[in-house]
């Protein structure tokens, strides 16, 4: 076990990635890196950074771990997840995030707040599990669970019960929804709709 203190920097130039940190650990029989405080480590080819109180990179497997106050970013994409954990599966190109987790993709200005959320890199396709909450900036506001972003075709969509609300203080609830962001077209079932939600209680129109 090879450890190192003190504002650390190891580069692996096989792998292209470089790791800095207060504190590195190095166990070359199971060929693990452990990376403490302020922890940060580049995917040069991949353009991923990551950034946590705690990492853990398992370069056998290709896996990446963050501990506490994780932080990555896909710098291609333009998208940021923070979360309380994250797993990078290099190889098969998926992020998992969970507990308290935030998504945002700055290109689309969208933002999804989840317990857990799955991107798939290479489909361009998030998913959440359980109660989600996404916003898709300036107008729309989304109270649903399990919900599916697929970028590439810019469709969001849930088949639980969802809540949307929007900038012109309409409300639907839908027993599920598939929402085109570009078009700016919803489809859902089991639909109400409620107009004038800023108005008081009693004195809106459905």
């Given at each position: 076990l090879l450890v190192s203190d003190g504002d650390v920097k190891l580069q692996d130039k096989k792998k292209n990635i470089i790791i800095i940190a207060d504190k590195i650990s190095y166990s070359k029989d199971k060929e693990i890196i452990n990376a403490y405080g302020n922890a940060k480590i580049e995917d040069k080819d991949r353009k991923i950074i990551i950034r946590s109180n705690q990492i853990?990179?398992?370069k056998n497997d290709e896996i990446i771990s963050a501990y506490g106050?994780?932080?990555i970013q896909d710098i291609d994409r333009k998208i940021t997840i923070h979360s309380d954990q994250i797993e990078f599966k290099k190889n098969d190109q998926i992020i998992t995030a969970n507990t308290d987790v935030n998504l945002v993709d700055e290109?689309?200005?969208?933002?999804?707040?989840?317990?857990?959320?799955?991107?798939l890199i290479n489909e361009e396709k998030i998913f959440t599990l359980g109660k989600t909450f996404a916003e898709i900036q300036p107008t729309y506001k989304f109270f649903s669970e399990d919900v599916v972003f697929l970028k590439d075709e810019m469709k969001l969509s849930s088949n639980k019960k969802t809540v949307i609300t929007n900038n012109?203080?309409?409300?639907?609830?839908?027993?599920?929804?598939?929402?085109?962001?570009e078009k700016e077209f919803l489809k859902g079932t089991d639909i109400t709709i409620t107009s004038n939600t800023s108005v008081p209680s009693g004195e809106s129109d459905k």
């Open positions: 853990e990179f398992k106050n994780a932080k290109l689309n200005k969208i933002n999804i707040d989840s317990d857990k959320i799955t991107y012109q203080f309409s409300l639907y609830e839908l027993g599920s929804f598939v929402y085109q962001i």
